[in-house]
T-cell receptor, first 116, second 113 residues
Framework: DTEVTQTPKHLVMGMTNKKSLKCEQH?????MYWYKQKAKKPPELMFV???????INESVPSRFSPECPNSSLLNLHLHALQPEDSALYLC???????????????FGDGTRLSIL | DQQVKQNSPSLSVQEGRISILNCDYT??????FLWYKKYPAEGPTFLIS?????DKNEDGRFTVFLNKSAKHLSLHIVPSQPGDSAVYFC????????????FGTGTRLKVLA
């Protein structure tokens, strides 16, 4: 069982819709991540939050808007997406800081997003 | 520019034998390396990691070797089991101060019973 929970598991939306992906972890991790993965490709980093503040934005288009309302939750708000945005969106979390610097990321099972 | 490469897209191994998955990187600033396993319809699962100050780390059937001069790491699975069949990703992180992880392209391992 994964300790990072993502909802929904599947999402189909039109290009004019607004929807949100949600991610939750209760491991006390203070870094949270969004990745995008296309078929037969590696996960590509989109955003990193550290202590609830955005620390990395990998030049992601503004139609993707992340939000970290508290240390356990991470959202990805979607608006006016394009068909090429169809992919698996993965959330991850990890411990940060001090002697816990070298800690692995724990991934959720992802949301499979299809844009019509 | 793919900074982390897994040149073998697939690998088939007989059950009980050793599986060796390889990963090459180009950035000498990477200091922490990880291996993940991914089953279909699931997120990547962490397997094992290694810091750049070590050249070997072992955890049960899994051993990761790091050759910094060659910018190469490998994952050994001994003995291989059918349940090990999955896609394996290596990942690397640059030096402290960043939480940016770069993933390799993945190797699909098939363990034959």
């Amino acid at each position: 069982d994964t300790e990072v929970t993502q909802t929904p598991k599947h999402l189909v939306m039109g290009m004019t819709n607004k929807k949100s992906l949600k991610c939750e972890q209760h491991m006390g991790h203070r870094a949270m991540y969004w990745y995008k993965q296309k078929a037969k490709k590696p996960p590509e980093l989109m955003f990193v939050y550290s202590y609830e503040k955005l620390s990395i934005n990998e030049s992601v288009p503004s139609r993707f808007s992340p939000e970290c309302p508290n240390s356990s939750l991470l959202n990805l708000h979607l608006h006016a997406l394009q068909p090429e945005d169809s992919a698996l969106y993965l959330c991850a979390s990890s411990q940060v800081g001090g002697d816990r610097h070298n800690q692995p990321q724990h991934f959720g099972d992802g949301t499979r997003l299809s844009i019509l | 520019d793919q900074q982390v490469k897994q040149n073998s897209p697939s690998l088939s191994v007989q059950e009980g034998r050793i599986s060796i998955l390889n990963c090459d990187y180009t950035n000498s600033m990477f200091d922490y390396f990880l291996w993940y396993k991914k089953y279909p319809a699931e997120g990547p699962t962490f397997l094992i990691s290694i810091s750049s100050i070590k050249d070997k780390n072992e955890d049960g059937r899994f051993t990761v070797f790091l050759n910094k001069s060659a910018k190469h790491l490998s994952l050994h699975i001994v003995p291989s089991q059918p349940g090990d069949s999955a896609v394996y990703f290596c990942a690397a992180r640059a030096t402290s101060g960043t939480y940016k992880y770069i993933f390799g392209t993945g190797t699909r391992l098939k363990v034959l019973a």
